[in-house]
């Protein structure tokens, strides 16, 4: 979460208005844009944008980075959710079977990544 004191740079929300990527963040994604552009530059993020020590291509491979990351999170959450699910079938019914030597492996089919 972000602090409460902490400001949105204007020009961030116009480069993302501009370039029809605000509908796609969330305004953490913005403030992590506004520290990316900070700790790359050193400086103020607006003072970087309006000396253009971030260009528009670089500005975009930030935002693409800060999403792509979100996507990483989120699908890797994803998962856990579902192999806490699967072993959870399995738990019941190797509790219902359980001469059928049932495991977790058995149903690994039932989704796409290996557990």
């Known amino acids: ?3 409460v004191g902490e400001r949105l740079s204007q020009k961030v929300r116009e ?13 953490e994604d913005r403030l992590e844009i506004d520290r990316e552009i900070e700790r790359r530059t050193g ?28 996507k990483r999170k989120k699908k890797s959450c994803l998962r856990n959710r579902i192999i806490c699910h ?3 079938h399995a738990r019941i019914v190797n509790q219902c079977f359980p001469s059928e030597n049932n495991n977790v492996t058995q149903f690994s089919y039932l989704c796409e990544f290996p557990i």
Do not use: G
């Not at 480069?15 to 305004?27: A, N, R, S, V």
């Not at 607006?46 to 792509?68: P, Y």
């Open 43 to 70: 400086i103020n993020c607006d003072d970087a944008i309006s000396r253009r020590l971030i260009s528009e291509q670089k500005f975009q491979e930030i935002v693409a980075t800060i999403l792509n990351r979100k």
């Open 1 to 3: 979460m972000y602090n």
């Open 15 to 27: 480069w993302l208005m501009l370039l029809q990527l605000f509908d796609q963040t969330t305004h």
């Open 86 to 88: 699967l072993e959870a």
